[in-house]
């Protein structure tokens, strides 16, 4: 930290982090200021065949043409979480939206489990088989992208997966004329801690030429 102030502050209040000086990680700061973030509700099935369901809120869309979507996963203790680990072993994986009827199913399935046991049991939600791929997907969510692996990079103590994007899946109620509404999708993002957002209170802005 630098400044004249207590902590790191400057004769303003304000905070200056210089990362070269600390020691401890930035997920707070880092999860605390980029907000929203949409989330990802990754299926996948281990080689044993054990379905896993779990949230990341480390999501975007990587390219649109291919189609590839990429969620990162913080690392464990012991390397790869389960959902990476599915996902590299078996090459495919579900990309779930994440609705408000759904945040609580969610919330649940955020638990860590033994092996061989499915948060899709735990949170009592009902499967759905997938098109092109064997992980299945939520029934219950409105949107689901099917995802073959594109790759796994390593980032520090994150593993960044891609996914190029195989099959959707698109509730009509969430639809108008034959396309996604954003106006029908109640999605949910996530803040920091145990705090979420919803997505229903929104204002349009014109893009300048």
């Known amino acids: 930290m630098t400044g004249g ?11 200056e982090i210089d990362v070269d000086d ?20 990754v299926s996948t099935r281990c080689e044993d065949g054990v379905d896993n369901l779990a949230p990341y809120s480390f999501f975007t869309v ?16 012991d390397g790869l979480k389960d959902t990476p680990r599915n996902a590299r072993d078996t090459g495919e994986f579900v990309v779930n939206l994440v609705t408000e009827d759904l945040a609580e199913a969610m919330n649940e399935t955020s638990a860590t489990l033994p092996a061989g046991e499915s948060e899709f049991d735990r949170a009592g939600l009902e499967r759905a088989d997938s098109v092109a791929v064997d992980p299945p997907r939520v029934a219950g969510s409105k949107v689901a992208f099917e995802c073959s692996l594109h790759d796994l990079i390593d980032v520090g103590g994150s593993t960044l997966v ?6 959707v899946h698109v509730d009509e109620s969430v639809t108008t004329d034959g396309k996604i509404d954003v106006d029908e999708i109640e999605a949910v993002g996530r803040l920091a801690g145990s705090q979420y957002v919803r997505t229903d209170d929104r204002f349009s802005l014109e893009r300048p030429p």
Do not use: K, Q
């Open 5 to 15: 102030g207590p902590a790191g502050g400057t004769e303003t209040g304000a905070l």
């Open 22 to 41: 600390r020691d401890d990680s930035l997920y707070r700061l880092l999860s605390s200021a980029v907000v929203p973030r949409p989330i990802a509700w």
């Open 62 to 77: 990587a390219s649109v043409a291919p189609p590839v979507l990429l969620f990162a996963p913080v690392d464990g203790t």
């Open 162 to 167: 891609l996914g190029e994007v195989r099959h």
